[in-house]
């Protein structure tokens, strides 16, 4: 599985951005899809999580409320709508893959990952 993430960029505080992920490979529409972010001189983090079905989405704390994942199948992308950002949610995201529900919000469960695509929110 190969995964290419887009639309980061510069938004001001409050603002909104759309990610979206692009799956190329085999059984795309059996991969639990997650985005993770690492800011600036910090560790890796997870920030949410969608089932192979779009039936279940699991968020990180921090982003509950303001952050939405979604999927379509059909097309082999995940998007990630960030609303009401913050400058904390400054970083860079990944779009990653594995197969199986458990161990979601473990870096160490994804075995694929795409190159990250930079959000810089401004204050």
């Known amino acids: 599985v190969q995964l290419q993430a887009s639309g980061g960029g510069l938004v001001q505080a409050g603002g909104s951005l759309r990610l979206s992920c692009a799956a190329s490979?085999?059984?795309?529409?059996?991969?639990?899809m997650a985005w993770f972010r690492q800011a600036p001189g910090k560790e890796r983090e997870f920030v949410a999580a969608?089932?192979?079905?779009?039936?279940?989405?699991y968020y990180a704390d921090f982003v509950k409320g303001r952050f939405t994942i979604s999927r379509d199948n059909t097309k082999n992308t995940i998007y990630l709508l960030m609303n009401s950002l913050k400058p904390e949610d400054t970083a860079v995201y990944y779009c990653?893959?594995?197969?199986?529900?458990?161990?979601?919000?473990?870096?160490?469960?994804?075995?694929?990952w795409g190159r990250g695509t930079l959000v810089t929110v401004s204050s």
């Open positions: 969608i089932s192979w079905s779009a039936s279940n989405a």
């Open positions: 490979g085999r059984s795309f529409s059996s991969y639990v």
């Open positions: 990653a893959s594995k197969v199986g529900s458990l161990h979601y919000t473990t870096i160490g469960a994804y075995p694929y």
